[in-house]
């Protein structure tokens, strides 16, 4: 996924920011990410489903960013085990 279709998704959720729609990113069909907007703002919380660990991102921009940079670098369950034994 390209930055550009990442920044239109964050900017589709944040435009309806007053409904629960969440986006959920994944890589070789592991779901990664799930971002959504903080209700009647603009903050994206992204959710980092493999530690649950969350994120929130006042800028649209700062989101997608900090999105590619893990997107490239994120590893497979696969990979991870492999790495691991």
Request: charged share 20%; with cysteine.
């Given at each position: 996924?390209?930055?550009e279709?990442i920044?239109?998704?964050?900017e589709?959720?944040c435009?309806y920011?007053?409904?629960?729609i969440t986006?959920?990113?994944a ?5 990664w990410i799930?971002?959504k ?6 903050t ?6 493999q530690t649950?660990?969350?994120e929130c ?6 989101a997608?960013?900090i ?7 994120w590893?497979t369950?696969?990979?991870?085990n492999?790495?691991?034994k």
């Amino acid at each position: 996924m390209n930055k550009e279709h990442i920044q239109a998704l964050l900017e589709t959720i944040c435009q309806y920011n007053n409904v629960r729609i969440t986006q959920t990113f994944a890589k070789d069909d592991i779901d990664w990410i799930l971002v959504k907007c903080v209700p009647h703002t603009e903050t994206l919380e992204l959710t980092y489903l493999q530690t649950e660990s969350v994120e929130c991102y006042k800028s649209i921009q700062q989101a997608v960013e900090i999105m590619v940079h893990h997107h490239k670098s994120w590893l497979t369950l696969e990979q991870l085990n492999y790495v691991n034994k």
